[in-house]
């Protein structure tokens, strides 16, 4: 099973973790500020010297010109970095790794799918919107943090055996 060929090289590993923490430090600010990084598409057509766009499309719900962007930023770089770091390759990269990753994988499906049992079972209605929204991240975080542990763990094994 040779899948190092659908791997991302290695220096996006790098980029994703940059993208990881831009993400992170604008999704804290959204958190607790909102209005400190509210952005519409309008002021980026501002910011570019465009006129303002004054209509509603209703071909996409309840977007508009005036929606605030801030947290489909902040989601495409958390997704975007998620997959940098979890789908580049390691500097060694080798059968083992390759059944780590595979077998992590499987292991981020499991725990994600208890994960959205379990609040399928204690969050109704509106409020599982935002459950669902981070489901999407949750796979990818799972997977990475599975991933490193069982390679961090393995390295220390085979540094003790010899």
């Known amino acids: 099973m040779k899948t190092t060929r659908m791997l991302l090289p290695l220096g996006f590993k790098t980029t994703g ?20 990084i ?16 004054p209509v509603q499309n209703d071909f996409f719900g309840s977007f508009s010109a005036e929606s605030d962007l801030s947290i489909t930023v902040i989601g495409l770089l958390m997704v975007v970095s998620g997959v940098f770091i979890g789908f580049s390759r390691n500097k060694e990269e080798d059968e083992f790794i390759e059944q780590v990753r595979f077998e992590s994988l499987l292991l981020s499906i499991y725990l994600n799918s208890i994960i959205l049992v379990i609040c399928l079972f204690f969050v109704w209605g509106l409020k599982f919107l935002p459950v669902m929204f ?25 540094q003790n055996e010899e």
Request: proline residues 2%; aromatic residues 14%; contains cysteine.
């Open 134 to 158: 981070c489901s999407l991240f949750t796979v990818l975080y799972i997977f990475i943090i599975c991933f490193y542990i069982r390679v961090l763990i393995n390295k220390k094994k085979m």
């Open 17 to 36: 973790f940059c993208l990881l923490a831009i993400g992170a430090i604008l999704g804290v600010i959204y958190c607790i500020c909102p209005e400190a």
């Open 38 to 53: 509210e952005f519409s598409l309008n002021d980026i057509r501002e910011l570019f010297g465009a006129s303002r766009i």
